[in-house]
């Protein structure tokens, strides 16, 4: 799971177009048009990885953008994880049947923490666990209720429990362009072993080098791609004339 550090571009799904969110409060999205489309655009632009997250599922607890998620994997052939309202281990796997490469569980893996070791029994190193910090709290249900959980201990559990790799969303600055904090993930990253995937906040080319340099593997860009802030070819040169 990133062998090398990568950008990898969000596709955030709400009513089957694509939507980032501020802070993740529902209601405050900006628009970016078709799934697909943004897919395809992205793989051209050269990832080769694609974030997709259901917000309907998150928020709701049941899967609502299907449709736009299997329009994507027939559309592109890329790494792909995929997020919200995955519930079961029934569903994972039927969506790793489906071509999902690894699967992001929230909510699922803090209610029932099990539910880690029983996909990864089958298909290792295909979950990654999501925490989401709000206020350096993990929150869960699209990042309305809080659970008491520290990050760093969190991490630390699920990695114990056969979790391929965790992704650490601030929460706190996710959608907002005002760039990230290090400090959080850095706590995560010291706290495993498995890769960390970083998010929110990203706003610069600075941002994207700095979380790489806090230990993230990759790190997941969402409305700075969108607004045009920079290029995933800029984002990859910088990164790579900074190693």
Do not use: C
Not at 102 to 120: D, F, H, K, Q, Y
Not at 200 to 226: E, F, I, K, N, P
């Amino acid at each position: 799971m990133f062998p090398e550090f990568e950008i990898v571009p969000a596709v955030d799904m709400q009513d089957g177009r694509v939507v980032q969110l501020v802070g993740g409060e529902r209601g405050t999205g900006t628009e970016y048009g078709d799934p697909v489309e943004a897919a395809e655009r992205w793989v051209d632009a050269g990832a080769e990885t694609l974030h997709l997250v259901d917000l309907d599922g998150a928020f709701e607890g049941k899967r609502a953008n299907a449709p736009a998620v299997e329009a994507i994997l027939d559309a592109v052939d890329v790494e792909i994880q995929l997020g919200g309202g995955i519930r079961t281990a029934a569903d994972a796997v039927s969506l790793l049947e489906l071509g999902v490469d690894r699967l992001i569980l929230g909510t699922a893996a803090v209610e029932n923490p099990e539910i880690v070791g029983e996909i990864s029994e089958t298909h290792p190193e295909t979950v990654m666990v999501s925490l989401d910090s709000k206020d350096g709290e993990v929150v869960i249900s699209g990042w309305t209720e809080g659970t008491g959980l520290d990050p760093a201990d969190a991490a630390a559990r699920y990695e114990d429990e056969g979790a391929g790799g965790i992704l650490f969303t601030d929460v706190d600055v996710e959608g907002q362009l005002g760039g990230v904090r290090r400090a959080p993930l850095e706590r995560v990253v010291d706290a495993v072993e498995i890769p960390v995937v970083a998010s929110g906040g990203v706003a610069t080319l600075d941002d994207v080098r700095a979380l790489r340099d806090a230990g993230a593997a990759a790190v997941v860009v969402g409305t700075a791609l969108y607004e045009g802030r920079f290029t995933l070819a800029e984002a990859a040169a910088a990164v790579a004339r900074s190693e």
